[in-house]
């Protein structure tokens, strides 16, 4: 029984077996996919996220060819030339697209052939668009015109260019989410050809002399901006972020009464930069965070100025529009000056805050509260004190 299992094991399968498995594995050559409907084809198009995948399935059959002009969203991520795309956008079979991503990074774009292809954008009226590229150096300094895109709600604009809205013909009436970087723009123009704008987040958009954002709907606001001054007026408000760089005329106006959360981390754009807040010490960066209304810490870094540097004096109060906070965190580069009267002043200026932190280059530490309560130490081994602050006023 042992060799007749054996042998029944290792026997050969019966004739035409063999045949019928390469049928099932081969399949039968008929091609059921182009047989599906063109919505279904479409869908299959559609997973590829990619025009030009998509638009070399039109090898397949004559069922397949140009099917992907009908897609309702284009992707083009490759790196693939200006007018190659715009010769492929004027092949679209459809009035209007949903979604347009163009978001890729040759090596060399003129300002000319982004604006072609802004233009060649704006004709498909996309719902979302998408558009980035990275402009050859020598063209950076050149303006465009910003067309307008009627039915976007949300847009991503990336481009190392100047861009002017025309005096007619620009407006984006269903626009919400708007994010731009890298961008010379007027901010404070664009922003008034969005009515509906709930959602702007901007980073490296030179503005001029100002950013300014006034806007009765902006509900979410996320600004990274080196150079000029900050004006936001934004009733709506309810979550803001700065990022931003300080000079010796900057500052930070800031109206928004509904504002729950926000954060802003300032720096000096330069290293050698001294600006005084009082008479012989300088602010190297201020942070502020603010979780709920009524609830905020700031954090100043306070040094003495560089050697042989001009001083720019400027009032603390005129820089920014301080929101009530009862957190006040100081970090002093003592150099081993004394910094009473710094500390006495900054309290009176700042004469809502409840608790003090504060930290020196000679590793003490000082928490005090309202309530003279001892405040236990975030980190480290520090030397604690704890005082009255109601006295100091």
């Given at each position: 029984?042992e060799s007749?299992?054996?042998?029944?094991?290792g026997s050969?399968?019966?004739?035409g077996a063999?045949?019928?498995?390469?049928?099932?594995?081969d399949?039968?050559?008929?091609?059921?996919?182009?047989?599906?409907?063109d919505?279904l084809?479409?869908?299959?198009?559609?997973?590829?996220?990619?025009?030009?995948?998509?638009?070399?399935?039109?090898?397949?059959?004559s069922?397949w060819?140009?099917?992907w002009r009908r897609?309702?969203?284009?992707?083009?991520r490759?790196r693939?030339?200006p007018?190659?795309?715009?010769?492929t956008?004027?092949?679209?079979?459809?009035?209007?697209?949903s979604?347009?991503?163009?978001?890729?990074?040759?090596?060399s774009v003129s300002?000319g052939?982004?604006?072609?292809?802004l233009?060649?954008?704006a004709c498909?009226?996309?719902?979302?668009?998408?558009?980035?590229?990275?402009?050859?150096q020598?063209?950076?300094?050149?303006?465009i015109?910003?067309?307008?895109f009627?039915r976007?709600?949300?847009?991503?604009?990336?481009?190392?260019?100047?861009?002017?809205?025309?005096?007619?013909?620009?407006?984006?009436p269903?626009?919400?989410?708007?994010?731009?970087?890298?961008?010379?723009?007027?901010t404070?123009a664009?922003?008034?050809?969005?009515?509906?704008?709930?959602?702007?987040?901007?980073?490296?958009?030179?503005?001029?002399?100002?950013?300014?954002v006034h806007s009765?709907?902006?509900?979410?606001?996320?600004?990274?901006h080196?150079?000029?001054?900050?004006?936001?007026?934004?009733?709506?408000?309810k979550?803001?972020?700065?990022n931003?760089?300080?000079?010796?005329?900057?500052?930070?106006?800031?109206?928004?009464?509904?504002?729950?959360?926000?954060?802003w981390?300032?720096r000096?754009?330069?290293?050698?930069?001294?600006l005084?807040?009082d008479g012989?010490?300088?602010?190297?960066h201020?942070?502020?965070?603010m979780?709920e209304?009524g609830?905020a810490?700031?954090?100043?870094?306070?040094?003495?100025p560089?050697?042989d540097?001009?001083l720019h004096?400027?009032?603390?109060?005129?820089?920014?529009?301080?929101p009530k906070f009862?957190?006040?965190?100081?970090?002093?580069?003592?150099?081993?000056?004394?910094?009473g009267?710094?500390?006495?002043?900054?309290?009176r200026i700042c004469?809502?805050i409840?608790?003090l932190?504060?930290?020196?280059?000679?590793?003490v530490?000082?928490?005090?509260?309202?309530k003279?309560?001892?405040v236990p130490?975030?980190a480290g081994?520090?030397?604690?004190t704890?005082?009255?602050?109601?006295?100091l006023?």
């Amino acid at each position: 029984m042992e060799s007749r299992s054996r042998r029944r094991l290792g026997s050969r399968p019966p004739r035409g077996a063999r045949r019928r498995e390469d049928q099932i594995a081969d399949g039968d050559g008929v091609d059921r996919i182009s047989g599906l409907p063109d919505d279904l084809l479409l869908l299959v198009l559609s997973r590829f996220r990619s025009a030009r995948d998509a638009a070399r399935t039109s090898v397949l059959s004559s069922r397949w060819s140009d099917l992907w002009r009908r897609l309702p969203e284009l992707y083009f991520r490759e790196r693939i030339s200006p007018s190659a795309v715009e010769a492929t956008l004027a092949k679209v079979a459809v009035p209007k697209l949903s979604v347009l991503d163009i978001s890729f990074y040759p090596g060399s774009v003129s300002s000319g052939a982004i604006a072609s292809l802004l233009r060649a954008a704006a004709c498909l009226d996309p719902v979302e668009l998408s558009f980035g590229h990275s402009v050859d150096q020598k063209y950076r300094d050149k303006t465009i015109e910003l067309p307008g895109f009627a039915r976007a709600t949300k847009i991503f604009l990336f481009v190392h260019l100047h861009l002017t809205l025309p005096v007619h013909s620009c407006e984006f009436p269903l626009l919400e989410r708007l994010y731009i970087r890298w961008c010379h723009i007027d901010t404070g123009a664009l922003i008034s050809r969005c009515p509906h704008l709930r959602v702007l987040h901007t980073y490296h958009c030179q503005s001029y002399d100002m950013l300014m954002v006034h806007s009765n709907t902006i509900e979410e606001l996320d600004i990274s901006h080196f150079g000029g001054c900050i004006d936001i007026v934004a009733p709506e408000l309810k979550k803001f972020r700065l990022n931003a760089s300080m000079h010796k005329d900057f500052s930070m106006s800031l109206s928004a009464p509904m504002v729950q959360g926000q954060s802003w981390s300032c720096r000096l754009d330069k290293d050698h930069l001294n600006l005084g807040i009082d008479g012989s010490w300088c602010l190297s960066h201020l942070e502020l965070a603010m979780k709920e209304i009524g609830n905020a810490a700031i954090r100043l870094n306070i040094r003495r100025p560089e050697v042989d540097s001009v001083l720019h004096s400027r009032n603390l109060t005129e820089m920014f529009q301080f929101p009530k906070f009862s957190v006040l965190e100081l970090y002093l580069d003592t150099s081993g000056h004394v910094y009473g009267a710094l500390v006495l002043k900054l309290l009176r200026i700042c004469n809502g805050i409840r608790r003090l932190k504060l930290v020196t280059n000679q590793n003490v530490m000082l928490l005090v509260s309202a309530k003279g309560n001892r405040v236990p130490p975030l980190a480290g081994d520090y030397e604690m004190t704890s005082f009255q602050l109601c006295k100091l006023a």
